[in-house]
């Protein structure tokens, strides 16, 4: 079944939302030790844990996104691009 265009650009958009936190939450592990390792201020241990958590949920919600083609994927899309709003609004501009 194919699905109409704007559920496939919400669902792709979603997977690089995704991608990106997975690779934001690595990044700032890497700060973190580097950080600690050194003495320098860094991110604190509740950030890190942040970022991995959201990059958890937001994978899990993209394998369901990905392999439903019908409205729960739809909503579980819609929930990783909430999610990534929620890591990036607390953790970087709040």
């Not at 970022?51 to 579980?76: E, M």
Request: charged share 15%; no cysteine.
């Amino acid at each position: 079944m194919r699905l109409p265009w704007p559920d496939r650009l919400l669902r792709g958009l979603a997977g690089v939302l995704a991608g990106g936190l997975v690779v934001l939450a690595i990044g700032m592990i890497v700060v973190w030790v580097g950080a600690d390792r050194y003495g320098l201020p860094g991110p604190g241990a509740d950030v890190v844990i942040g970022h991995i958590v959201g990059a958890v949920l937001a994978v899990v919600g993209q394998r369901v996104a990905d392999r439903r083609p019908d409205r729960t994927g739809t909503v579980a899309a819609l929930v990783v691009v909430g999610i990534v709003i929620l890591v990036l609004g607390f953790a970087w501009f709040l």
